[in-house]
Every structure is written in C-alpha cells, then in structure tokens.
C-alpha cells in the first residue's frame, strides 16, 4: 500500500512539473506572438533607418481637407543585385486635416511615389501634383491637389 503511495505521488509530482513547463512555453510563445503583432505597427520616423528629408508638400482636398506630408529619404542604401526590383527605403510622415499624424514607409510603384502601413489599410499615393489617400480601400481625402508654392 505504502508503495502504491509513493507512485501516486511521484506521478502526480511529475505531472505538476510538466503542465508547469508546458503553461510557461504556451505563455511565452503567446508573448512573443503578440510581439510579433506590435512589431508590424506603422513605424515612427525615429524607427527609420537614419533618414534625410527631401521635400515637403502640402496638399489641397475637397471638402476642406488638408495634408502636408514630409518626403524622407534613408541614407542606408541597400545593395540590388541586377535582375532583382528595387528595394523602396523611403517613408513619409503625413499630417492630416484630422489631427492625424503618421509615418508610412514607402512601397513599390509603377508610377508615382507610394507609401502604405503593413496590411495596406492606409496608403497614399503621390502622382504628378496630385494624390490618393486611401482607408480600408475607401478613398477618405478626395481630389487632393498640391499647393503651388
């Protein structure tokens, strides 16, 4: 009987210490998932590679609306091999009518300087004198135009 005790026991020693192991691995891997999400965020000018300011512009929309944004250039180059589509290294930090402010990096483009955050819920596009500045597919400054200086 004393030695049915002592398997009980051990066992259920055993089983304490793996749900412990298996609890801190499944909290841990969760933690750096959610890392992982925050990672993704629109990043801030500062996160920026050292970037160098190459223009700013400020857009007129109907409705009143308006946008200046601030064109960045990084001064860390990355190296293309021939053959392969180049790497956009810029980013732009938008100030809208709104109060809004963010900092987009830019993306390939056929035509145009064009900027968007991770999941592309937000771009805007820059062509000619003119924009698009798009949310969740939805056009949400209409008929920008920039400013003559």
């Known amino acids: 009987m004393n030695i049915e005790w002592n ?69 860390n180059k990355p190296v293309v091999n021939p053959g392969e589509p180049p790497i956009p ?9 709104d109060g809004r402010a963010m900092t987009l990096p830019q993306t390939l483009s056929a035509d145009g300087a064009r900027y968007a955050n991770a999941d592309e819920s937000i771009v805007f596009w820059s062509k000619g004198n003119g924009l698009t500045f798009t949310e969740n597919g939805k056009e949400t400054y209409l008929g920008c135009v920039e400013n003559a200086k």
């Open 89 to 97: 290294i810029g980013s732009v930090v938008l100030k809208l009518s």
């Open 7 to 75: 398997k009980v026991t051990w066992y259920s020693k055993l089983l304490a210490v793996v749900l412990f192991v298996l609890t801190f691995y499944i909290g841990f891997n969760l933690g750096k998932e959610s890392a992982e999400v925050n990672s993704i965020s629109v990043p801030t000018i500062s996160q920026l590679p050292a970037n160098k300011l190459i223009t700013t512009a400020t857009y007129a929309c109907k409705a009143g609306k308006t946008i200046v944004a601030s064109y960045y250039e990084s001064e």
